[in-house]
């Protein structure tokens, strides 16, 4: 199937995407601020530059898109029909490049939660997100996700 848009016009709608201050990070700083936590944004000195990072808790925090990083069995995760073989191969890579991220913050000692952009998108998820964030900060496990998935 051909692409609905010329190459030039795909182009700059590509461009567009943020690799920063997407949606689903902000809406999870707001709900950390909300519920009494500070933290720091973008950390580049750490494996894969967490979104949020809690330096005193040892906490890095990862808001993913579920497109861009293949979202296992979510609906937001569609693979796209024009290039299977390029945008397969690229999406793999983000899947690779994120545990490798998270598996090293994990060796030098970090809790690392993902937060996957599902779970921002229902229209309670303020509130949801904070109670969820929250109850993971304050327990000890070493690794997490909140997806929109289960609910």
Same mark, same amino acid.
């Given at each position: ?13 590509? $461009? ?10 902000? %809406? ?14 973008? /950390? /580049?000195? %750490? ?23 293949s979202h296992e069995?979510? !609906?937001?995760a569609k693979e796209? $029909?024009? !290039? ?6 690229? %999406?793999?890579a983000n899947v690779?490049? &994120? ?13 690392? %939660? ?6 921002? /998108? ?17 327990? &000890? ?11």
């Open positions: 199937m051909a692409d609905v848009v010329s190459p030039a016009v795909r182009s700059r709608m590509m $461009s567009g995407i943020r690799g920063k201050d997407t949606k689903p990070e902000i %809406l999870v700083r707001k709900a950390l601020f909300a519920a009494g936590y500070r933290f720091r944004l973008h /950390r /580049r000195d %750490l494996p894969g530059a967490p979104d949020i990072v809690m330096p005193g808790r040892k906490i890095a925090i990862f808001a993913h898109g579920c497109f861009w990083h069995g979510c !609906r937001y796209p $029909s024009t !290039r299977p073989d390029f945008w397969k191969a690229k %999406l793999q690779e490049r &994120d545990k490798r991220a998270m598996d090293r913050l994990g060796a030098m000692g970090w809790r690392v %939660l993902c937060v996957w952009e599902c779970a921002t /998108r229902s229209l309670n998820a303020a509130l949801t997100l904070q109670q969820e964030l929250r109850s993971w900060i304050e327990g &000890d496990a070493a690794s997490g996700e909140i997806s929109g998935m289960s609910k």
